[in-house]
């Protein structure tokens, strides 16, 4: 067996956005932390995000500025979000390191709604599941009820999660019964009755941490059975995180009594499997007082995960790819090991090769129903020639269906203009290239723009032949390339072939709309490609 390492972060953002520039290093644990011991998986849980009901729709389709500011922060360093499971102001992001991407299969999230008698989701918690090197790992994000004498609907909300967060493999349908349990969040238990708020905050201040542990409702409900006795925390040494005073670091506020609201649990079923013994050993747990924004102050843990090693599981091999054309059909071949259940309803999409999110593709087909023919032993996807209009370096990833996972990964290849949409390019009112990566609408119609400005240059060129025809040579006219050719014209638009060719293509003046100036050529670094065929070779 193997280890890997999961960390995990838990913040009450009090509906706060991130400020300019905040560095997340030192929650993310990457201060002096080579790239070799970073962690495989990442488990982001935030409460109290800023959430409106008009803005429900908007929250369902894009991140939240803190998940975007997470996977900003880890998407250079090689992580790969799977997905973010969000209700309201609760919100769990997992991300895991590109080469772990194949390794994770069926994610299936889950939503419990406690607010308003579980109709709302202001309180409540987000799951998500899933598989990796043969085992499986179920996470959850709760945020339970305040105030301090209401103890008993905290303990009421932990029973009503295990209850109505139901999963559809038969084996993990429970929160409880996967191999490993990680449960993080604003889990709002406070201190019993004891000293004055006075007291307590001065025995915060001198980390005088024992007698306050002892007031702790969370470990009282774990030594009675009430709640959470399933589950472990890992060494508390850190001073309360709540409340605090927003941007004066540890002070704590005369409003409410300090209390560890801010916890991150776990449970490990070490038996199930004959003649291995799974584990998660926790390497830290910790409070990060450097983050002020929020009256709460964020919590890190890490683990040892026991795997096993070599469960690689059946995946997808693409054939390597040498470029795609822009304004072309495209295709891209792959084999399928005999030993995955594909589905028709898996599906290919289209990445850019850096993609920081499996919510990141551009296009995207259905997977073919068949081989290419019958005693070929790959399969043939094609791609239309509307399903990419930017060029640069892309990937291609089979993806299963319902949260199947991702099969398998193509390596990178470039995708570049092809002659017509070259010549398209141009004709964009003279729009350099290098604008067209900004504009990525307007290099959609392309290949309709080229087709115009073809047939305008013929009809430009048709008509100076005649014009040569009935003019007699003149003395003294421009010189091109060393050979005698018509005069440009002044004021009229008009513009004439040029002999010499760049990069293979020749250079020609293409005509805007009613503009004098003519386009800029082509960019050096502009190839020469042709259309691929789209038949089996």
Same mark, same amino acid.
């Given at each position: 067996m193997e280890n890997l390492i999961v960390h995990v972060v838990t913040y009450n953002v009090a509906t706060t956005f991130p400020t300019a520039g905040l560095n997340l290093s030192s929650l993310l644990d990457l201060e002096n932390n080579a790239s070799q011991n970073r962690p495989d998986i990442y488990v982001i849980g935030c409460q109290e995000v800023k959430s409106q009901p008009q803005n429900m729709l908007y929250d369902s389709l894009f991140d939240d500025p803190w998940s975007a500011l997470f996977k900003q922060t880890l998407a250079p360093l090689g992580y790969v979000k799977l997905r973010t499971v969000r209700v309201q102001g609760i919100v769990l992001s997992v991300l895991v390191r590109r080469r772990h991407l194949v390794a994770v299969r069926h994610t299936e999230e889950q939503i419990v709604r406690l607010g308003l008698g579980g109709m709302w989701g202001n309180k409540g918690a987000v799951a998500l599941r899933l598989s990796i090197m043969g085992v499986n790992l179920c996470l959850v994000n709760a945020h339970l009820t305040?105030?301090?004498?209401?103890?008993s609907d905290r303990v009421r909300n932990y029973g009503d999660i295990l209850e109505q967060a139901n999963f559809q493999d038969p084996a993990t349908s429970k929160l409880l019964y996967h191999d490993y349990l990680i449960w993080l969040?604003?889990?709002?238990?406070?201190?019993?009755?004891?000293?004055d708020d006075a007291a307590v905050r001065q025995m915060a201040y001198e980390h005088d941490l024992t007698p306050l542990l002892a007031l702790d409702q969370l470990r009282a409900a774990q030594t009675s059975g009430e709640a959470f006795s399933e589950l472990s925390e890992p060494t508390l040494t850190f001073k309360p995180t709540y409340k605090l005073v927003p941007r004066r670091r540890g002070e704590y506020a005369h409003s409410r009594r300090p209390a560890w609201t801010d916890r991150i649990l776990y449970k490990v079923n070490e038996d199930v499997y004959e003649g291995a013994r799974l584990s998660a050993d926790p390497l830290s747990y910790q409070s990060h007082p450097e983050y002020t924004g929020s009256d709460h102050c964020p919590v890190s843990a890490s683990f040892s995960v026991k795997v096993f090693s070599g469960q690689t599981p059946p995946c997808v091999e693409f054939l390597p790819i040498s470029m795609w054309l822009i304004g072309a059909d495209c295709v891209a071949k792959y084999r399928v090991d005999p030993a995955l259940e594909t589905s028709s309803w898996d599906w290919i999409a289209l990445f850019r090769a850096d993609f920081a999110g499996l919510d990141e593709y551009i296009s995207y087909i259905w997977v073919p129903r068949s081989s290419s023919s019958p005693n070929s032993d790959h399969f043939v996807a094609v791609f239309p020639e509307d399903s990419i209009t930017v060029p640069g370096n892309y990937v291609l990833a089979y993806c299963g269906r319902n949260g199947g996972g991702v099969y398998g990964v193509s390596? &990178?290849?470039?995708?570049?203009?092809?002659h017509t949409a070259r010549l398209a390019a141009l004709a964009l009112d003279g729009a350099p290239a290098a604008e067209l990566e900004r504009r990525p609408l307007l290099a959609r119609a392309a290949p309709e723009q080229?087709?115009?400005a073809l047939e305008l240059e013929q009809e430009q060129q048709e008509q100076e032949r005649e014009q040569q025809e009935r003019e007699p040579l003149l003395e003294g006219r421009p010189v091109l390339d060393g050979n005698p050719g018509p005069a440009r014209a002044a004021a009229g638009g008009g513009a004439a072939d040029s002999e010499g060719e760049?990069?293979?293509? &020749?250079r020609r003046r293409i005509p805007g709309p009613a503009a004098a100036a003519a386009p800029e050529p082509p960019p050096e670094d502009w190839e020469t490609v042709e259309r691929p065929s789209s038949k089996e070779e």
């Open positions: 305040a105030h301090d004498h209401l103890l969040g604003d889990l709002n238990f406070r201190l019993a009755a004891g000293p390596a &990178p290849f470039p995708v570049r203009y092809g080229a087709r115009e760049t990069d293979g293509v &020749p």
